[in-house]
């Protein structure tokens, strides 16, 4: 079978050429108007970027080139013994637009775990942390630190041609997610289970085998199987959201992929974006704690209010671009079902209750514009009752999976040649001149 890089190389030179025929033909086509409530309401709905990967239906959801996350669910190849997808074929399909065989899936596994390894300065790197930084901070800062072997950074200084920008984007991008799970553990290694041994990458695992495996919970195949949905599902999300778009702008300007993503992971680390995840949780707990363990749905729809009364959000509800339950919650919902241990957690059973009772809660209050849940909603809790309770991490459980993604953006960006991202930018008053000239 076709390696990755064979594969891409066939499918680049079509979308370059769709790409040059669309700008020759109609550059100036219009597609859409901008309002003042676009620029001042952070570019919601604004048609602004080009994404090729993932596109986001507001009703249906994310579908990756054109299939649905259940699509993917039937034709994305599981690990050996599992069902759930694997990351690496989503990276391949994400990549390439093209379904990976179980040959090029166990392949591309196989090359990330001999890329896995982290080079000895970042392990003094990490090592040298103080334990109270948050993960988050400790993951960007480290990711940036390994542009110190950048491929497409050493090769920029000698001096290559544009046309070759692409390969050096996606000899980083590879390497960095190699890394990601080595790097990610050692973080939670230190940070929550300081003098314990850490094992080294197994080069017969997939991605997320070895980063539970390096996390400790190899011996947990519910949870392995959890991670690998998780992160397949977590890997792309339109171009828009913080991360991605944090990503694509810096890599416009040339900065080399394990800058562009350091900052994607800054940007992840906000409340209203990554960071919900643990949020959630915080939540959930602070109702469990409050309402005890059998709480009836009045009981949660008063605890909703008193949230919403104190001007808190809901978290794990509402969403930028979304306007029904996000499919990446159903999915995860439906893990839940099919583990019976699952579908008599404390944690789990909480989740779901409130997800049967916060819609309407939130259609009352009247502010959201979408009173569904999201991803966040649920995804946590499902750590929590494996055992993996530190919930300041789960962002960086995100941050490895958002690379799947944001990663095989810039290497198309660097094929298509996309330019310096620079929007224009307008004053208050230029603002209000342009609205009397309209
Ligand atoms: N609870 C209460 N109020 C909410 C709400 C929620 N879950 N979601 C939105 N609102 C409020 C907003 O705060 C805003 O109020 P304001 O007019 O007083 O400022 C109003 O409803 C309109 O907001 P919106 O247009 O519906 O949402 P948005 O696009 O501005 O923001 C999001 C989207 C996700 C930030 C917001 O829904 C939110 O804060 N949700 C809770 C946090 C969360 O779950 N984040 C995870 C997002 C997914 C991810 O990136 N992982």
Not at 75 to 99: C, D, F, H, N, R
Request: net charge negative; aromatic share 8%.
């Amino acid at each position: 079978p076709q390696t990755l890089r064979e594969t891409l190389q066939e499918v680049i030179p079509a979308k370059q050429e769709q790409l040059k025929k669309l700008k020759t033909e109609h550059g100036n086509a219009v597609v859409g108007d901008v309002k003042v409530d676009n620029i001042i309401g952070g570019m919601r709905g604004l048609k602004a970027m080009l994404w090729d990967a993932s596109v986001l239906d507001p009703i249906e959801g994310i579908r990756f080139h054109g299939l649905s996350i259940p699509d993917c669910q039937k034709v994305l190849p599981p690990a050996p013994g599992g069902k759930e997808i694997l990351p690496e074929s989503m990276l391949w399909l994400l990549l390439t637009g093209q379904v990976p065989t179980p040959e090029q899936t166990l392949g591309l596994s196989r090359e990330l775990a001999e890329k896995g390894e982290l080079p000895k300065f970042l392990e003094d790197l990490v090592d040298s942390f103080p334990q109270t930084l948050h993960p988050m901070t400790q993951l960007s800062m480290a990711v940036a630190a390994l542009n110190h072997d950048s491929s497409f950074q050493a090769a920029y200084e000698k001096g290559i041609k544009k046309t070759e920008y692409w390969t050096h984007t996606l000899e980083d991008c590879i390497n960095l997610i190699a890394r990601l799970p080595a790097l990610a553990a050692r973080i939670y290694r230190n940070v929550y289970k300081p003098d314990t041994p850490l094992p080294t990458i197994n080069k017969d695992l997939d991605l997320v085998g070895n980063y539970s495996n390096l996390l400790g919970y190899g011996d947990n195949e519910s949870l392995t199987e959890y991670l690998r949905l998780y992160i397949a599902l977590h890997g792309d999300h339109e171009g828009g959201n913080a991360s991605a778009h944090t990503a694509h702008l810096v890599g416009s300007t040339l900065a080399d992929p394990y800058l562009a993503y350091s900052a994607a992971l800054s940007a992840l680390a906000g409340p209203l974006h990554g960071l919900a995840n643990q949020e959630v949780l915080r939540w959930q707990m602070a109702m469990q704690k409050e309402l005890g363990s059998d709480v009836s749905l009045d009981q949660i729809k008063e605890y909703l209010w008193k949230t919403l009364k104190s001007g808190q959000v809901v978290p794990g509800y509402g969403h930028g671009v979304l306007r029904n339950p996000d499919p990446r919650f159903i999915a995860l919902q439906e893990f839940c079902e099919t583990r019976p241990e699952l579908r008599d957690s404390p944690i789990i059973k909480l989740v779901q209750q409130t997800f049967q009772v916060a819609p309407d809660v939130l259609k009352e209050h009247g502010k959201t514009k979408n009173p569904y849940p999201n991803v966040d909603a649920a995804s946590g809790c499902v750590l929590y009752h494996y055992g993996l309770t530190e919930f300041k991490y789960y962002t960086v459980i995100f941050g490895v999976s958002r690379a799947l993604g944001a990663l095989t953006q810039l290497v198309w960006a660097r094929a298509l040649g996309l330019p310096l991202e620079r929007p224009k930018s307008v004053s208050i008053d230029v603002l209000q001149q342009l609205v009397k000239q309209a």
